[in-house]
């Protein structure tokens, strides 16, 4: 009998220890899938402004919206007249933008959700395409008029590359997206802006870098050329040139190719911290330099003309090529370039690129033909903008970019 | 570079220096020294052209300089002129005649085939997710370098990799070679110092030759401090300065360790050990790198400092320290205060 209750008794704790050892186990995966939703709560509730957290003290996001802008900036409502010559559009940070080819349609992608938005420049209209959450995308590539190259972490870290193409159906009023995700080996993503495709940096194996074009959603990719090294920037222009820019460091001499079927043409050799600016259907090409010293900033009006060097103390990357005048015997080459209004010492480009220093910049036109330089927008001092991918209309009437300091996205209409 | 009866293949002499003694009908060949500057000229560049010799007195010999048989340059000791070489397959023949007052006659020709090389460079440190800058070597790094070389041939065709031979130095020292070699990988230089890293390209006919090199200098890897957003993530394009001001009750910094011999900031050689206002924080195990400091009801300087090691790479060490306050003024910014306060 004795022997009976003495197995029972033992069956009877193992029984309850294993029951703890189960709930123990359910209760950290709930922990572990409480997180996750909390994350994806937090995320889904973002959607135009940025909400507060807890108690009374605001969202550093919120923060950023409520102290840079003023509230003319902000203040468009459809149907009530055009925007402010310079237009925060999005309050929170977006993770890239384009115009969708010749319309006056600015389309951005939200950085905490992937959501889509497209905004009529001229009325400042603004519509949410997509409903689908992505959280957490760092980087945005509009491509032609129904994809987006998404770029954000995956769970180990690692930089992954998604492609969304949007649907010919909506749900609720939102535009379909799906995605397709083309892994972590993808370096750069440089999408055409005429045809539905993408050139890409992918890493192979064996140290090797391949140079890949591919259909907008991914498919039919094509590899161009191998390459030992793939820190490059990518190119792609409206008339189809494709450049390869060596990324920049202060100080360390880069080269610029253009790449010819297989081949890559030198187009700027061994210039310290370089970076390129190539105007679309011409042989001009505007460049600055960092030699650790100082910025320098240098026009090439056309192939094989001499080179001028532009007295503007900023980066190519903080300007960009007006489109070819139309109606006049003689289009002018016009560059509106973003500068630093201090001066911005020395490793100057690298501080930048780190996030170590921001500027506050005003907008000039540059007459590339004859290098003179005129101021013709400075900000009100309230607004610091740290000028970064700036991108014009096909008209020549806007410029979109992004603010460095917070990853906003801007417009400024170029006439007043 | 002196030239003496061949020279490197863009420079090809196609007869060495004679001498002539008048006096005897013995014929000596001597030697007339040839140097052109550089010795691997690029198209379109100017080539600065030198003689010398030992087997004339040039100081009383008339020089009589041709380029593409056509005289450019003759007087009395001129023992320098120079040419502008034309485009990638182009040839410039180079032929120089000096005669001394006794009739004695030295030669020497050359031909020069303007090549370009170009010496592309990376390192495998550890730079964060979508950084715009160059990848730069700071301790245990790995060099990936490539070499870009366009050789034409006479008729314009461009001589394919395969047929082009490299040897790569690093600080003198050969550290790869072979036909169609034009990508190395090569360890990276050593702390605080910096590494030549050379290649020589020759065609395999030899007619065609190109060098270049690099000074690559090795960065001490330094960490820096970025906000992660609970919606936005890491917020890379604006780093931690000195002094930032957050209004938020909890705050999620995250460690970059740039230009250290890592994969990813969390792998577990490395060793991060966190205080905050001199208490040690014991990092999170899933995510060492970043540190969360909750501020409930706390108003206030947070000194944080960060001691980043790595089990695998004992050169690395980065320290940092930074403040961060807990107010009710944000300036939670790098640079410029963008709110004009």
């Known amino acids: 009998m004795l022997k009976y209750q003495r197995i029972f008794t033992n069956i009877g704790i193992a029984a309850i220890v294993f029951l703890l ?11 572990t899938q409480t997180g996750d939703i ?47 010559r310079l237009w925060k559009v999005s309050t929170s940070p977006i993770a890239g933008f384009g115009f969708i080819g010749a319309s006056t349609t600015l389309r951005y992608v939200e950085r905490a959700t992937g959501h889509i938005y497209d905004v009529n420049v001229e009325t400042g209209a603004a519509t949410r395409v997509t409903n689908e959450l992505i959280p957490k995308v760092y980087e945005a590539h ?18 992954t590359t998604l492609i969304g193409v949007l649907g010919t159906t909506t749900d609720d009023g939102f535009t379909r997206f799906t995605t397709s995700n083309l892994g972590t080996t993808i370096r750069t993503v440089a999408p055409s802006s005429v045809r539905p495709e993408i050139m890409m940096l992918a890493e192979g194996a064996d140290n090797v870098t391949h140079l890949i074009r591919a259909r907008a959603d991914g498919t039919a990719p094509q590899q161009v050329l191998t390459l030992g090294v793939g820190g490059f920037a990518l190119e792609w222009l409206s008339d189809g040139k494709l450049f390869l820019v060596e990324l920049p460091a202060s100080g360390i001499p880069g080269h610029a190719y253009e790449v010819v079927q297989d081949a890559l043409n030198p187009i700027l050799r061994g210039v310290p911290g370089l970076m390129v600016t190539p105007r ?25 003309s001499s080179i001028t060097e ?5 980066i190519a990357k903080k300007c960009v090529w007006a489109p070819a005048s139309t109606g006049t015997s003689t289009p002018t080459l016009t560059i509106y370039c973003a500068a630093p209004q201090e001066a911005v010492g020395a490793n100057f480009l690298d501080r930048w690129l780190r996030g170590v220093l921001h500027t506050a910049d005003a907008w000039f036109r540059i007459d590339a033909s004859a290098g003179a330089v005129e101021r013709f927008f400075t900000p009100e001092t309230t607004v610091a903008l740290d000028v970064e991918r700036p991108a014009m209309d096909s008209a020549g009437e806007y410029i979109a970019f992004m603010n460095a300091r917070d990853k906003s996205l801007w417009l400024l209409r170029v006439n007043e | 570079m002196i030239i ?20 005897s009908d013995i014929i000596f060949e001597r030697q007339l020294d040839l140097t052109l500057t550089p010795a691997h000229p690029a198209p379109g560049q100017t080539v600065q052209l030198s003689i010398q010799t030992y087997a004339l007195d040039l100081r009383r010999s008339m020089v009589v300089w041709y380029v593409n048989d056509r005289e450019i340059l003759r007087g009395i000791d001129r023992r320098e002129a120079s040419v502008v070489v034309g485009n990638l397959g182009t040839e410039t023949a180079i032929r120089v005649i000096a005669e001394d007052e006794e009739g004695l006659v030295a030669t020497a020709e050359a031909i020069i085939r303007p090549t370009e090389i170009d010496l592309l460079w990376e390192a495998d440190s550890y730079v964060p997710p979508f950084y715009g800058g160059r990848t730069l070597p700071g301790t245990n790094s790995t060099i990936r370098a490539q070499a870009i070389a366009r050789f034409r041939t006479p008729s314009g065709a461009p001589i394919d990799d395969s047929n082009i031979v490299y ?30 890293l050379r290649v020589v390209a020759v065609s395999a006919d030899k007619t065609l030759s190109a060098e270049t090199s690099v000074r690559i200098p090795a960065v001490d890897p330094f960490v820096m401090l970025h906000e992660n957003h609970p919606l936005f993530g890491v917020l890379y394009h604006r780093s931690l300065e000195p002094g930032a001001t957050t209004l938020e009750t909890e705050q999620k910094v995250t460690a970059v360790p740039y230009f250290a011999d890592i994969v990813s900031p969390g792998e577990p050689s490395l060793l991060y050990e966190w205080t905050v206002n001199g208490a040690t924080i014991a990092p999170d195990p899933e995510e060492p790198q970043t540190l969360t400091i909750t501020a409930e009801g706390y108003t206030g300087p947070a000194d944080i400092e960060l001691s980043l090691m790595s089990a695998r790479d004992i050169f690395l060490h980065a320290v940092g320290k930074w403040q961060l306050v807990f107010g009710e003024q944000s300036r939670f910014f790098s640079g410029l205060n963008p709110f004009g306060q």
């Open chain 2, 4 to 23: 003496r009866l061949a020279v490197g293949a863009c420079i090809m002499v196609l007869g060495a220096a004679s001498f002539v003694e008048a006096q």
């Open chain 1, 142 to 159: 509009i491509v032609g008029t129904t994809t987006v190259v998404l770029r954000l972490l995956d769970d180990t870290g690692m930089p």
């Open chain 2, 167 to 196: 040897t790569w130095y690093r600080n003198d020292a050969i550290v790869a070679d072979g036909r169609g070699k034009s990508s190395v990988t090569v360890s990276g230089p050593s702390l605080f110092g910096a590494d030549t």
């Open chain 1, 280 to 304: 679309p259907a011409s042989g001009a090409l505007l460049y600055s330099s960092d030699d650790g010293a100082r910025v320098r900033l240098f026009v090439r009006p056309a192939a094989g």
């Open chain 1, 310 to 314: 532009i007295t503007l103390g900023t």
């Open chain 1, 38 to 84: 909390r994350d994806l709560e937090a995320a889904r509730g973002f959607n135009i402004s940025v909400p507060s957290f807890t108690g009374s003290r605001s969202s550093t996001a919120e923060n950023i919206a409520s102290g840079v802008v003023t509230e003319s900036l902000l203040a468009v409502t459809e149907g009530q007249g055009a925007p402010p």
């Open chain 1, 21 to 31: 050892i189960g709930l123990l186990g359910w209760y950290f995966f709930l922990r």
